[in-house]
Structure formats: structure tokens, C-alpha cells
């Protein structure tokens, strides 16, 4: 923790003395009161007249900023800690409880998607084919199977990151058989995926959501569901029930949807659809309405000790991994991150699962020599209360990023303040355009980690992270645009 004291020149005392009396910070506890005085978001700050930063440099304002916040109503009996970092000298600017594991909630995004670029590459696709077996005779009959083969695709069918939509998709494959000449298909139409099979998800410890003992879930999948008839609870503009329910964030609309069942100490069954399932089923509806008969069923077959003779028939392409990692970070995508989670633990160790992923992600972290003390990597997404992690192994962690080929697409990724993504709220005066960092949004847990670009042209690391503040949301994300205003000038 930095010693503030020494600081601040006699001058500067002198200087600014007068402004600091006269804004000095109640010990009260925070009470509803102090919000109607105060207007709900003005703060108390010592910082305020062009006297104090004639005299005083950016970073004693800094310093000076997070010593008034010790004292504030909101964060005075909170767990916080702050680091603001210069990557070319590898020093310290200014700290507060830097060595203390804090839950980073989605910051937590920060290491899924840079271990994603790492492990898989920035142009990584995942692939959905469509092959057929046997032969076709004179009559444009094909005598066997259709295939469609999955990769596990988190994109598949939702428009996120630029991915095409179900009905684009089915268009191409239909078009497909089209060039084949196949006019009736006298076999099945089979499902083969050795990804993210089955249709039960394992809850990540401690998990829940925002308000009102709602808690979210990771979605499993269920079949030959249209995400068209996923029930929506929430919508925008809405307030959450009273009622305690359970939540995910579905893949396919940009909407939370409910799980209307939960069975037993970890598993879950919901409404999320098989996307190759449903690839599957409207790819079928649409041959037969397009006067391709099929005769057979769709089936899933995920293994198949002595697969059939395929030929290759069309080909869809998801967005690159670096389309995927930009839309996970810009709108703090739960279901991306956690595919990413389970697809860099299959492509590494032949495992789709979640603990699979956090191996390879806490192996990749050690290697890249991330300070493990305090870290506790539970989940992709930073759902997790569970997870911890220290302000300062966060900034070293995006520091050392810098020089990796990755990095252009890694820092494109993060919300831009003022602007962008889940930052387009905050920084919209004073570091409008110069903050780029992943926000995290827990019940009384707010996050922020990332760059900053100062008006000298410096680019600074910082990472702060707040957890069991008191007031609103809104009132402690004031409080930590203020913490970090003063550092633009650096």
C-alpha cells in the first residue's frame, strides 16, 4: 500500500489545505440519507480546483484520491485494491491492497479469451460439414446417409460475432445437394459431434446472479428445441421477479431465459436447444419442402467404431476465434467464454469439460509465469464467487501480453470507455476514448482491468477491483472513474 503522506510537499499542503477542509469525508456509515444529500452520485473529492493540480502532480492526485476513498461511505468497509502500472519501467505508479485475491466477477474473461489466442490461434474456425455415404444412382437416389459433423461450435446459429443464422446455413446445405444432383434421400440424416455432448451442465461453486436470490446457470441442452421457443422471463425494461428462479444467458437471443427444472446437487436440464439437433431438423424440413424426400429419421451417433466411406458436401465456417474473443469481451459473453473454456480443453487434452479447460488454463498461466499466489480459476465466464484473483498478477498478466503476435486482437477486444461494448456507460467526460478494459458485475462486486492510454501518450496497466461495497452500482462506478481520472495524466 502506498504511503500517501510522503507525497504531499509542505506547499502543497499549505496549497490545497483549504479545499480539503472544506470537502472532508464523513465516517458515517452509508445510509440511504447520505445518498439523498449528496444526490446520489456526487462525491466527496479533495481534488477539485486547478490550485491542487497546479500544485500537486497526476500522481499524488492519484494517491490522494484512493486515501479519500478509504474514508467513503461506499467503499470505506469494503474489500478493495488497486494498481495502476507502467509497463516500460515495470514499476508500481500507485497501489491499494495489490496483493489481496479479490473476485475479479467477468475480468475473469480476461484469461479465458488471451489463453484461447494462445492455445488455438487468432484465425481458428470452428467447422460444421455436411457429407454424405453410399452412392447415388442414375435416378439422383442416394443410397445412404447424410452427416452432419459438428466441432462444437458456440456460434452456431446465433448471429453473434458476425456467425451466420440456421436458415443461411441450411440454404448453403441445401444447395449443396443440390450440385450433387441428389433428388431423394433413402437413408438417415445423422448428427456426429464428440463435442459438448449430453444435455446436463455442472454448476461452477457459487455461482449465482445479480438481484433477488435469482440465481444463473450454465445451460445444458435439451433436443429439436427452436430457439424461437426458448420462454423469455426477462426482457429489457423489466424488473426481476420476487420469486426465486434460476437463469442462464442463452446463446441464441440476447436474452436471460429460465430453467423450469433443476434436479439434483449440480445438474440441470433447460430449455437451451441442440444447436446441431436443430441444424439437423430444419435442414431435413427443408429438403423435403424443397421435393427431396428422406426417407430416414435424424439420429445422433456421437461415436462410430467403424465409420462409413463420407464425401465432403458443403462446409460452414464459424467467425475466426478473433471475432469470437472480440463480441465475448465487448458484451461480457457468458456461454462464448465457457465454449472457449471447454474448447481449449478438448483441443489440448481431448476433453470438451470445464475441468479440462481450467487445467489448461491454469497450466497456461503458470507457464506464462502468472503469479498463482491468490489465484483461484473456477469458471470461463467469472460467474463464479469462487474465483480470486490480486489487482496486481492482473496488470503484470496484461503487461505481458504486449509482446505476443496476438495482442492487436486481444486489446481490440476490450470495451473502449465512453464508447464501447460494457463500457460505453462509464469514462463519458475525462477518459472518453482512453480507458480499454473488461468490466465485471457481480451482486456488491464491480471490476475493471485493462489499458489506458494517458495525454502524454503513455499506455498504462491498471487493474481495480471492488467487492461488498455499500450503495448502488452506479454510485461505486462513479468512485472508481474517479480513482482513475487523475492517472490520464500521467
Known amino acids: 500500500m502506498v504511503n500517501f503522506r510522503k507525497y504531499i510537499s509542505s506547499a502543497a499542503v499549505l496549497a490545497s489545505g483549504f479545499f480539503l477542509a472544506q470537502s472532508t469525508v464523513s465516517t458515517v456509515l452509508y445510509s440511504q440519507a447520505y445518498d439523498n444529500q449528496r444526490n446520489s452520485l456526487n462525491l466527496p473529492s479533495p481534488i477539485t480546483s486547478m490550485v491542487e493540480k497546479t500544485v500537486l502532480s497526476p500522481k499524488e492526485l492519484v494517491d490522494i484520491n484512493v486515501n479519500t476513498m478509504m474514508s467513503d461511505p461506499v467503499l470505506k468497509n469494503a474489500t478493495w485494491g488497486f494498481v495502476v502500472y507502467d509497463p516500460k519501467t515495470k514499476k508500481v505508479i500507485s497501489s491499494y491492497n495489490e496483493n489481496t485475491p479479490l473476485v475479479p466477477a467477468s475480468t475473469t474473461k480476461l484469461l479465458t479469451t488471451e489463453t ?41 446459429g446465433t448471429n453473434k460475432a458476425g456467425a451466420a443464422p440456421y436458415r443461411d446455413i441450411v440454404s448453403d446445405f441445401v444447395s449443396g445437394i443440390s450440385r450433387e444432383g441428389i433428388k431423394k434421400v433413402n437413408g438417415d440424416i445423422i448428427i456426429q459431434t464428440a463435442l459438448f455432448k449430453g444435455n446436463i451442465s455442472r454448476l461452477p ?128 459473453d457468458n456461454s462464448l467464454a465457457e465454449a472457449l473454456l471447454k474448447t481449449v480443453g478438448f483441443q489440448t487434452l481431448g476433453d470438451q469439460t470445464s475441468e479440462s479447460g481450467r487445467k489448461v488454463v491454469t497450466e497456461h ?90 495525454n502524454s501518450g503513455k499506455t498504462l496497466v491498471f487493474s481495480l477491483m471492488v467487492n461488498n461495497y455499500a450503495g448502488s452500482v452506479d454510485m461505486v462506478k462513479k468512485r472508481m472513474e474517479k480513482i482513475l481520472e487523475p492517472a490520464l495524466d500521467l
Not at 470452428?126 to 462444437?152: A, H, K, P, R
Not at 507457464?367 to 496486481?392: C, H, K, Q, W
Not at 486489446?411 to 464501447?420: A, D, E, I, N
Not at 465485471?440 to 485493462?450: D, E, Q, R, Y
Open 205 to 332: 461453486e457459487n455461482v449465482v446472479w445479480l438481484e433477488n436470490n435469482n440465481y444463473y446457470l450454465p445451460a445444458g441442452t435439451t433436443r429439436e428445441i427452436n430457439p424461437a421457443n426458448e420462454k423469455l422471463i426477462v426482457k429489457k425494461g423489466n424488473s426481476f421477479s420476487g420469486d426465486k428462479k434460476f437463469f442462464y444467458v442463452s446463446p441464441y437471443m440476447n436474452q436471460m431465459v429460465y430453467a423450469e427444472k433443476y434436479d439434483g446437487p449440480g445438474t440441470l436440464t433447460t430449455k437451451l436447444p441442440d444447436a446441431p439437433a436443430f441444424l439437423a431438423n430444419s435442414f431435413r424440413t427443408t429438403l423435403v419442402k424443397s421435393g427431396v424426400a428422406v426417407t430416414g429419421k435424424v439420429t445422433p451417433k456421437m461415436t462410430d467404431a467403424s465409420p462409413e466411406s463420407r464425401k465432403l458436401v458443403s462446409a460452414y465456417k464459424s467467425p475466426t476465434l478473433s471475432d469470437i474473443v472480440f463480441y465475448t469481451n465487448q458484451h461480457s
Open 365 to 454: 498461466l503458470k507457464n506464462e509465469g502468472f503469479d498463482m499466489m491468490g489465484l483461484n480459476y473456477m469458471d470461463g465466464s467469472g460467474l463464479s464467487r469462487a474465483n480470486n484473483v490480486t489487482p496486481i498478477s492482473q496488470v503484470k498478466f496484461l503487461t505481458s501480453l504486449m509482446d505476443e503476435k496476438y495482442y492487436k486482437s486481444y486489446f481490440t477486444s476490450l470495451p473502449v470507455g465512453g464508447q464501447s461494448g460494457t463500457l460505453k456507460r462509464m469514462f463519458n467526460g475525462t477518459g472518453n476514448g482512453q480507458v480499454f478494459a473488461k468490466t465485471g458485475t457481480l451482486n456488491k462486486v464491480k471490476t475493471l482491468a485493462g489499458y489506458m492510454k494517458t
Open 116 to 156: 484461447a489466442l494462445n492455445v488455438l490461434g487468432e484465425n481458428y474456425r470452428w467447422m460444421t460439414q455436411l457429407e454424405y455415404s453410399g452412392n447415388i444412382d442414375e435416378n439422383g437416389v442416394l443410397n445412404g446417409n447424410l452427416y452432419i459433423v459438428g466441432s462444437g461450435d458456440p456460434s452456431l
